[in-house]
C-alpha cells in the first residue's frame, strides 16, 4: 500500500492560518461597531458595514491562495495578469484590514507603537501560514509523484531469473507428461588435459650413455659426472668382451697312440 511521509509542520501552519484568519475577521467586525465621531448615543453600524468588514480579511487570503497555488501558464500577458492583476487585490485588501484593526487598536486606547505594527503580526501571521501550506503540498505532490514512477516501475519489472541448483544436487525425476527442462547453455571453461610426468632415465641407462659417449672414463670420473656412487656405476658398468671367460669344459687332450 502506498503511503505518504506525514510533512513536519503542516499542523501548525493550518494553526497559523485559521488563527490569523479568525482574528483578522473578529477585528475588522469589532471595528465596524467603534462608533464615529460625534455619533448618537443610539448609533449602530449598518449591516453592508458588518459585511464588508467580513469581506476584507478573506480577500486577501484567497488572492494570495490563488497567486500561488494556481499553475499559471506561461506566456508574458499570463504574467502580466497575474502581477497587475492579483497583487493590486491583495494590497487593496490588506490595507484596508490593517486600517480597521489599526482603527481598533486605537479605540481600545493602545499606544501608538502597538497600533502601527500589531496589525502586521494578525494579517502577516495569515499570509505566512498560507505560503507555509502552498510549500509544503508542493513537496508532499511531489513525493507523492515519486513513490507512484516507484510503483510503476517495480511493478514492470521482470521476475527475477530462477537461481541455477549447486553442483552436486541431484536432479528430482520428470513425471510423465511433462516438458522437459531447457537448460540454458552456460559458458563453462574446458578443464586442460593432465600433463603426463616425463620418464627418468634409469641409472643403468646413464651409465651405459657415459661409457659410450667417454669409453675411457673411469668409473670414478663416471660416478662424480652423474652424481651417482661408484659401486653404482661399476655395476651397471658393460663388461668388456675380453674379461668374458668361457665356462665351457675343454675336450680332454688325446694321447698320441705310439
Known amino acids: 500500500m502506498r503511503t505518504v511521509a506525514k510533512l513536519s509542520g503542516r499542523g501548525w501552519a493550518y494553526t497559523g492560518a485559521i488563527l ?23 448609533w449602530t453600524p449598518h449591516t453592508g458595514a458588518v459585511v464588508g468588514a467580513v469581506f476584507w480579511p478573506i480577500a486577501l487570503f484567497v488572492a494570495v491562495e ?16 497575474r502581477f497587475l492583476g492579483l497583487l493590486p487585490v491583495a494590497l487593496v485588501a490588506a490595507v484596508v ?25 494578525v494579517d502577516g501571521l495569515m499570509v505566512m501560514a ?32 530462477a537461481a541455477a541448483p549447486a ?22 571453461p574446458k578443464p586442460k588435459p593432465a600433463r603426463t610426468p616425463k620418464r627418468q632415465p634409469s641409472a643403468a641407462d646413464r651409465v651405459a650413455r657415459a661409457v659410450a659417449k667417454t669409453p675411457n672414463a673411469t668409473p670414478a670420473q663416471i660416478a662424480a659426472r652423474l652424481k651417482l656412487s661408484e ?20 675336450a680332454p687332450a688325446l694321447s698320441a697312440v705310439a
Request: hydrophobic share 40%; aromatic share 6%.
Open 97 to 121: 484590514s490593517y486600517r480597521h484593526l489599526s482603527g481598533l487598536l486605537t479605540f481600545y486606547r493602545e499606544d501608538t507603537l502597538t497600533a502601527t505594527i500589531g496589525p502586521l503580526a
Open 231 to 250: 659401486r653404482t656405476v661399476q655395476r651397471h658398468m658393460p663388461r668388456p668382451a675380453d674379461d668374458s671367460v668361457s665356462t665351457a669344459p675343454t
Open 167 to 188: 553442483p552436486g544436487t541431484p536432479t528430482p525425476p520428470i513425471a510423465a507428461g511433462d516438458a522437459a527442462p531447457t537448460l540454458a547453455p552456460r559458458n563453462t
Open 66 to 81: 490563488i497567486f500561488a497555488r494556481i499553475a499559471w501558464p506561461d506566456g508574458r500577458r499570463w504574467t502580466a495578469l
Open 20 to 42: 490569523g484568519g479568525a482574528v483578522s475577521v473578529a477585528a475588522n467586525v469589532a471595528h465596524s461597531y467603534v462608533p464615529p465621531e460625534y455619533a448618537p448615543a443610539d
Open 130 to 161: 498560507t505560503g507555509a501550506l502552498i510549500a509544503t503540498g508542493s513537496r508532499r505532490a511531489a513525493g507523492t509523484a515519486a513513490e507512484q514512477v516507484a510503483e510503476t516501475a517495480t511493478d514492470a519489472a521482470p521476475p527475477a531469473p
